[in-house]
T-cell receptor, first 115, second 113 residues
Framework: EAGVAQSPRYKIIEKRQSVAFWCNPI?????LYWYQQILGQGPKLLIQ????????DSQLPKDRFSAERLKGVDSTLKIQPAKLEDSAVYLC?????????????FGEGSRLTVL | GNSVTQMEGPVTLSEEAFLTINCTYT??????LFWYVQYPGEGLQLLLKATKADDKGSNKGFEATYRKETTSFHLEKGSVQVSDSAVYFC????????????FGQGTRLTINP
């Protein structure tokens, strides 16, 4: 079974530029998550989708971050304009059922460096 | 709000030593508790879980018991191996609303032969 795919694996940009990350979840997983992991910290949820609807985006900085999940499968996370503090690994995860009972499957992440 | 606190790392042990990584949580209600592991160059993966008080999760020789009275979920292993070297994350998920995972800051474990 194919795992969660993410791209690009690494991205270096200058502040005020824009960047987009792509995620393809495990086939059949209705729930998709984007997490931000800053160095030395645990992952923090940015946004959670159930199919193509948003369940929770309370910690997404909406002035600069946006995410979409068209057709309930692939998802894109965009940052525009980027700030230095956005340097982090962006993790995509998917699951069959709700997080409190089920297992989340994570991709390897996309590492962003903002200079 | 919900939060998870893990013991400070990094932790360095010799092979076959006993391992404990402490985890305590703050949550309303009765959350589910998890340990995730991140091996070098890989994504996070679920190690074990417990969904109610006094449950014991176990996998690959690791164990953790859901202690409601002490709000803890400490990870233990009786005899560690070099292959256990990784970053370990404690996490919780509430049973209301979006049921999202909240992670601790992670503990880096290095096992020397």
């Amino acid at each position: 079974e194919a795992g969660v795919a993410q791209s690009p694996r690494y991205k270096i940009i200058e502040k005020r530029q824009s960047v987009a990350f792509w995620c393809n979840p495990i086939s059949g997983h209705a729930t998709l998550y984007w997490y931000q992991q800053i160095l030395g910290q645990g992952p923090k949820l940015l946004i959670q989708f159930q199919n193509n609807g948003v369940v929770d985006d309370s910690q997404l900085p909406k002035d600069r971050f946006s995410a979409e999940r068209l057709k309930g499968v692939d998802s894109t996370l965009k940052i525009q304009p980027a700030k230095l503090e956005d340097s982090a690994v962006y993790l995509c995860a998917s699951s069959l059922v709700a997080a409190n009972t089920g297992e989340l499957f994570f991709g390897e992440g996309s590492r962003l460096t903002v200079l | 709000g919900n939060s998870v606190t893990q013991m400070e790392g990094p932790v360095t042990l010799s092979e076959e030593a006993f391992l404990t990584i402490n985890c305590t949580y703050t949550a309303t209600g009765y959350p589910s508790l998890f340990w995730y592991v991140q091996y070098p160059g890989e994504g996070l993966q679920l190690l074990l879980k417990a969904t109610k008080a006094d449950d014991k999760g176990s996998n690959k020789g690791f164990e953790a018991t859901y202690r409601k009275e002490t709000t803890s979920f400490h990870l233990e292993k009786g005899s560690v191996q070099v292959s256990d070297s990784a970053v370990y994350f404690c996490a919780l998920s509430d049973r209301q609303g979006a049921q999202k995972l909240v992670f601790g800051q992670g503990t880096r474990l290095t096992i020397n032969p």
